[in-house]
């Protein structure tokens, strides 16, 4: 929104205020020929989001932040630990925190200090906390384990290392749901595969490299199953590539790319031929045109991306770590954590975004199923040709990894070889085992009486849990909806009837309020 006398106002369109590196809500919609005076973005729930930095013994002061110019994140953070490229004299090195050491950090900190130049890209394995890969300008890649106590020494033997690339390693990135599966990609203009789940210490032929680049690569994303890689280049086009074959299957001109999720669409940011800066939304199967563009110092036409808020900083960032989902503050409505790395003041500073909300309890209308620390997939199955989506979890406090389901194709739950549809809805496990109403109940039990099975036959179908049985797991994926669709009813009507108590609470409050007035009164 603009700002107005201090007040945020709604935007009617996505123009240039984007410039002042807001949130952008990507929304998608078909295209259409009429502007709306009222468009979809008005209702979104995240609408009124805003950036709280965290306090000053909150920070981490102290860190020595690197000083190189290479274009990269530099941090990366997981709900554990926070590594950060540092300062180092003879060879690279990187400084891993665990996250409650905030305020001044030593500067005799034990380092991660096994490479022999600059180090360029860090990444944290997104299903294990504990290890992490980091790429430098001696050309290899190293595989670090972290023990669960934190560095207590400086670190200098790598559980694997890489070598392959004939020049340094700019990029590294895993696989979002293959185990054991990494990217990496050098100043050699290759991007290589490897596999780590091998008995060799010293891993120096990738499984597959891709060839397909001119320049030096600059961004690599992936679609949701990882079956689709995105990179961009600084030959200026984009290309889409098959990760396993390394078919080049689509290409156009930008800077970096991102893939938006399980949209099938990507985001590119660039500038345009006025040398205006400029994103630009694409079909993942169509390159030839944008679905979308927008000038950052210009103008915008249709509302595909929308502004939402924008945080301002008198202290410039030189990089940032994005902490992933599941380690977010659901309490506190925190959407977004971001570290900042001020390398002036040699400080991290986390700033949250915050949806606010006056309920304290947990909100599940912002905080969707999201990618767990679970793989879905065995190296071995991704390079045979299997694609799955990510293992989804729930962000609500207290569940259980029961409630982690898959997205994309798997085998039903009752090992049928039936398999789902990767669009189908991510219904948690835990439904299977929620109660039906009285009324179906009641009449399961009276066909069961009905029903003359033989003494010897299995009657698991139905567990008891105390007094109340549970109903069998649904057979297929539409009874599988029908219980979602029910259960939702029955949340909704819960909802209903706890509001209108709360309305009847506050008028007896009220009532008994006046009566002692009035006592006191006379």
């Known amino acids: 929104g603009a700002s107005s006398g201090g007040k945020l106002q709604p935007l009617t369109d996505a123009r240039s205020r984007l410039q002042h590196c807001g949130i952008c809500a990507p929304l998608i919609r078909p295209d259409t020929t009429k502007m709306t005076w009222r468009p979809q973005y008005r209702t979104s729930k995240y609408r009124h989001v805003f950036g709280k930095p965290a306090s000053k013994e909150h920070c981490y002061d102290g860190v020595p932040i690197t000083h190189s110019v290479h274009d990269n994140q530099l941090c990366a953070v997981n709900p554990h630990f926070m590594a950060v490229i540092s300062e180092c004299a003879g060879g690279g090195a990187f400084l891993v925190l665990s996250l409650h050491h905030t305020g001044k950090v030593d500067p005799h900190h034990p380092k991660i200090s096994g490479h022999k130049g600059n180090v360029l890209d860090i990444k944290w394995n997104p299903f294990d906390d504990f290890c992490i890969a980091s790429c430098s300008e001696d050309t290899t890649i190293k595989v670090w384990q972290i023990p669960e106590h934190g560095i207590l020494k400086n670190m200098t033997l790598p559980w694997k290392e890489l070598q392959g690339h004939s020049r340094r390693v700019g990029l590294i990135e895993w696989h979002p749901t293959a185990c054991d599966i990494l990217f990496s990609s050098g100043y050699d203009y290759q991007v290589f595969i490897w596999k780590l789940d091998v008995p060799e210490e010293v891993i120096k032929n990738p499984i597959r490299s891709i060839s397909v680049h001119t320049d030096v690569v600059l961004s690599i994303s992936f679609n949701t199953d990882g079956s689709r890689l995105a990179t961009s280049c600084k030959d ?13 299957l689509q290409t156009h001109r930008a800077s970096k790319v991102l893939f938006l999720g399980n949209l099938k669409m990507l985001l590119s940011t660039g500038n345009s031929r006025w040398n205006h800066r400029q994103i630009v939304l694409w079909d993942q199967e169509d390159l030839s045109q944008p679905s979308y563009s927008e000038d950052l110092d210009g103008s915008s036409e249709k509302p595909y991306v929308h502004y939402l808020t924008e945080y301002r900083s008198h202290l410039p960032q030189k990089g940032m770590g994005v ?200």
Not at 236 to 248: E, F, Y
Not at 497 to 521: F, W
Request: aromatic share 4%; charged share 30%; hydrophobic share 30%.
């Open 236 to 248: 200026k086009k984009i290309r889409v590539i098959d990760p396993r074959t390394g078919a080049l």
């Open 323 to 522: 902490m992933p989902k599941r380690g977010l503050d659901v309490c506190s409505c925190e959407i977004f954590r971001f570290y900042k790395l001020v390398t002036v003041k040699s400080l991290i500073e986390p700033l949250s975004m915050i949806v606010p909300r006056r309920s304290e309890s947990y909100q599940d209308d912002i905080y969707p199923m999201t990618a767990g620390n679970k793989a879905a997939l065995t190296a071995d199955e991704w390079i045979g040709g299997l694609d799955k989506g990510p293992v989804m979890m729930s962000l609500r406090p207290g569940s259980k990894l029961d409630s982690y389901v898959e997205l994309g194709q798997r085998k039903s739950p009752i090992g049928s070889s039936e398999t789902h549809s990767p669009h189908c809805l991510p219904v948690l496990l835990p439904l299977i085992q929620e109660r039906s109403d009285d009324k179906e109940r009641n009449e399961k039990k009276e066909k069961n009486f009905s029903l003359q099975l033989p003494s010897g036959e299995d009657h698991s179908s139905c567990v008891s849990n105390g007094d109340s049985p549970h109903c069998s797991p649904p057979k297929t994926e539409n009874e599988l909806r029908q219980m979602f669709y029910k259960q939702q009813d029955e949340i909704r009507r819960m909802r209903e009837l706890l509001n209108q108590k709360d309305v009847r609470i506050k008028q007896l409050e009220l009532e008994i309020k006046n009566v002692r007035n009035s006592q006191a009164g006379l």
